[in-house]
């Protein structure tokens, strides 16, 4: 019997291993935002494609004192006297900022479409329509190179609605509803910043409208968080009805601009077609070097073939090819090229628990926010104690991400341009710890993206410097130990982000926010 | 001399599927108790390989694993506390291969074992002997092995504490068994920050759904030797489907019924050595892989009792 007790307290010890399975996730744990500034005079901001924070026209709100005013101060007060738990959730999970919430839905968006579509029966591959995103294979597959370009048209459309925003702040200053009513609750930290036009709403505003466009598929999800964002502002008793729908209007008014821009920045075009996939095939054998193909069975058109040619926001075409793009990769008939290729196949033999741990935590593939989601998710914890304001929020966040789509298109030029195939391709003893991307080597997109996005949150952040730079080099690293990139993918692709991060800064520091 | 009770239950249900943990033993699922202080030990070899798998509820093949197949290494013991109170372990090395693409195959120590087994009723019934038996488990993982690589980790991490219930029929030579199992997991740390399931979620930690399983075994059971046609089913209580041709993850849905053919059998004298074997195949899941394998081992049994009695061959049934 003795024994007996023994065993079950072994048990009762196992079951409290085992006991509690509810989730810690470190962004619901995000506080309320309460900016150290109200960053009053960012009106003034230049903006990205706003020619003004005129451009768009907010007409003057009612005076407090109207009808038409108190009865929008009864509707919170009517939605306060009936404040229900998950209410009172919605309002906690907004306060935490709206630029990092829409950020975040962004990001789960992308991890949601970041699958491959799956082979036709005669091993071709559908590709996905926008005009018809519920279909199979479903619009859009959200791969790193389509997540940069979403990431980035979203953060700086937020931006440049909020510096119009924070120009019609400042100019009719209403105060906020519990300002003006000291019967109003506030559920969220009080501010100075002037409530008309709410930028909650200028924020759902631009949202609802760009993701039509990256995510038309999704509208149903999206218009329900619009709705519950606008909500969650009311019932707070930040906004009355007024300064939403005056955000709103702006919002989905500056949005048309990125818009218009995304539709001519061949993007749309960047999946190439099977005369340019042969044509670049063509011209990598017409060098002397060994073209990349594809891994994959049945073979795949490497990913986006001329996003190398879309429209970059931070330096022009020319720029980029004098000045970032890399140098070209090692012969594959190189003594050097023979070296790299023997690493790789060393880490593919011989790798540690925690290479691989390395390899998994940048891996950022299949079904991920991919590695410029990565980077915002980074950004965000770290501006999250920051305390920024929201227009300071989207400024930093439209640089970050302006400098990931560079990325992103200064790598895939590289990629075509040089056409340089994969170690496994090269020596088929190679095997991975992370899936194989379906595009050629040179340079390292991980690379790429992470010399950017340290480069430009250096910047923001300077203190945390060192450790975005340590960062960097892990996430480049990471794709050695995978064994899917060799070592001068990682270096070349490091240096050209760095420079493409280098432009962001140039920006950051004439933009009037510094 | 003890009597050799060794039943494979060949589970090592990684291998029919991408990653269902579950106990691994010789007798952990079987009716048989080890008598009073002997103690049972023995290596056992598995082999099983799938070339179509159930993404959701369709089947497909991946022209990019091609046929993935495990190997296991299993250390096993089963040590008699008393005749109705067994204790037992086991301890598998895996090693999992893809035929296609370049995916590299993962090896290593997997989840170490416990089960405390109870014969807490045995009378005759009409011609025959019934007998309730009831077993908890207890497994954590050996070594920091990763599951965040489906097909091809070794394991799904979980530690994990499971409760069976089970009913043993005899007469003469023939004997029918039938357990339902309860398995509570732990939730898992995977080596990212973010993960997406059907939403995003900002953690390390994966939560893992419970799981039931049943089980079925009807056959020939006398004098040391078994053979029995074996059927069971592993139901996971929540987890999501895999979406098109996305890959594995651990907290998916795995379900899967089986089949198969299971044997014991003394080859030496006074039965202190048997080989044990048995061939399991799937005929119906859900997020895993429709595999086929056996599993072939030797088992020895010692007497550790403090003094040496007589042998004897007396079966308790």
Known sequence: ?514 | MKRLLINNKILFLFAFSFMINSAKSQTDIDGIMMEKNAFCVGPLYGHSSWKNYWEGTLKRENLNLGTVSSSMFNIMGNYGITNKLNVMFGLPYIKTKASAGQLKGLKGLQDLSFWVKWKAYSKKMGSGRLSVIGIAGFSLPASDYTADFLPMSIGLESKNLSLRGMADYQMDKWFATASATYVRRSNIEIDRTAYYTTEMHYTNEVKMPDAASFNVRVGYRNNGIVAEAVADNWTTLGGFDITRNNMPFASNKMNATRVGFNFKYPIMFHRQLAIVGNVMTTVAGRNVGQSTGFNAGIFYVLDLSPKKKSDSDKTKK
């Open chain 1, 1 to 514: 019997m003795k024994k007996l007790y023994i065993v079950l307290s072994v048990f009762t010890i196992a079951i409290s291993y085992s006991c509690s399975k509810e989730l810690t996730e470190t962004n619901l744990e995000f506080p309320a935002l309460q900016p150290a500034s109200t960053d009053i005079n960012a009106g003034i901001w230049k903006p990205v494609l706003l020619t003004g924070p005129t451009e768009f026209t907010v007409a003057a709100p009612a005076a407090t004192s109207t009808p038409d005013y108190i009865a929008q101060i009864n509707e919170i007060k009517s939605f306060q006297s009936t404040l229900t738990s998950q209410e009172k959730n919605t309002v906690k999970y907004w306060s935490a900022g709206a630029v990092l919430r829409w950020n975040e839905i962004m990001r789960e968006l992308v991890a949601k479409h970041n699958i491959p579509p799956y082979q036709n029966p005669d091993g071709t591959y559908p590709i996905p329509s926008a005009a018809n995103p519920l279909a199979y294979p479903q619009f859009p597959f959200a791969n790193p190179p389509y997540a940069a370009r979403a990431y980035a048209y979203a953060s700086a459309a937020m931006y440049d609605a909020l510096v119009a925003a924070w120009y019609y702040k400042k100019l009719y200053n209403r105060l906020a509803p519990y300002k003006v009513d000291a019967t109003v609750t506030s559920l969220i930290p009080q501010s100075d910043l002037p409530s008309y036009p709410s930028e909650d709403a200028t924020v759902a505003g631009v949202m609802a409208e760009v993701l039509k466009l990256l995510f038309p598929g999704d509208q149903e999800f999206i218009q329900l968080k619009a709705e519950e964002h606008k909500r969650s502002r009311i019932i707070a008793g930040a906004n009355v009805r007024s300064d939403i729908e005056a955000g709103e209007a702006l919002g989905k008014s500056v949005a048309q601009k990125f818009v218009t821009r995304a539709r001519g920045d061949r993007a749309g075009a960047a999946v190439g077609n099977q005369t340019i996939w042969t044509q670049i095939e063509n011209d990598c054998i017409a060098r002397g070097e060994t073209p990349w193909i594809s891994q994959e069975s049945p073979k795949r058109p490497g990913m986006l073939v001329l996003f190398g040619r879309v429209k970059t926001w931070l330096f022009d075409s020319l720029t980029m090819v004098t000045t970032i793009r890399p140098v070209p990769p090692p012969s594959t008939s190189s003594q050097q090229f023979k070296d790299e290729l023997a690493e790789v196949y060393d880490f593919s033999k011989n790798l540690t628990r925690e290479q691989l741990h390395i390899a998994h935590f940048w891996a950022d593939g299949l079904s991920t926010y991919t590695p410029p989601g990565h980077w915002n998710a980074i950004a965000a914890e770290d501006f999250v104690k920051q305390n920024f304001s929201e227009v300071r929020w989207a400024r930093n966040l439209a640089l970050l991400n302006m400098s990931l789509m560079d990325a992103a298109i200064v790598c895939w030029d590289a990629k075509y341009l040089y056409f340089n195939p994969r170690p496994s391709q090269m020596d088929s003893r190679i095997k991975t710890v992370t899936g194989l991307p379906n595009f050629p080597s040179y340079t390292s997109g991980h690379s790429t993206f992470s010399g950017a996005a340290a480069t430009i949150l250096s910047h923001i952040i300077p203190s945390r410097a060192a450790a975005y730079a340590d960062m960097a080099k892990e996430a480049s690293l990471s794709r050695l130990y995978g064994a899917i990139h060799y070592r001068s993918d990682c270096e070349k692709g490091l240096i050209a982000g760095n420079k493409v991060g280098d432009y962001a800064i140039q920006r950051a520091r004439t933009d009037g926010a510094e």
